[in-house]
């Protein structure tokens, strides 16, 4: 889901920045783009991350992200490295649809 997210992305836009786990997939999905290895669960590698991404293409426009739930201090890093009104697209697996797993509500942020 991600990865295809990431291809329709880079496709139309002039500079793309993506940070993964693995960046196999997405030097496939995204050649051209700036390809970052590192994992949002590591606060510290990941806001380096982001830093390093915002000095190279400047503050992001579009953040398109896979993040789990209970983890909104990535997003606070996240969004220090956005413009602000720039656009925060949340990606969520097909088991957050799930009713077996209680609540379906979701938490929404707004900024």
């Not at 992305?9 to 030097?27: C, D, G, K």
């Not at 503050?59 to 656009?87: E, F, K, N, Q, Y």
């Amino acid at each position: 889901m991600l990865a295809d997210a990431a291809s329709s992305v880079a496709s139309r836009a002039s500079e793309t920045t993506l940070i993964a786990r693995a960046l196999t997939r997405m030097r496939r999905v995204a050649p051209d783009a700036l390809h970052i290895a590192c994992d949002w669960s590591h606060p510290d590698a990941f806001a380096e991350a982001l830093t390093h991404a915002e000095l190279t293409h400047g503050p992001a426009d579009l953040i398109v992200a896979w993040i789990h739930s209970g983890h909104s201090g990535v997003w606070d890093t996240l969004l220090a490295t956005a413009r602000p009104g720039a656009l925060l697209v949340e990606v969520v697996g097909s088991a957050s649809l799930d009713p077996s797993r209680g609540d379906l509500s979701h938490d929404c942020l707004l900024y």
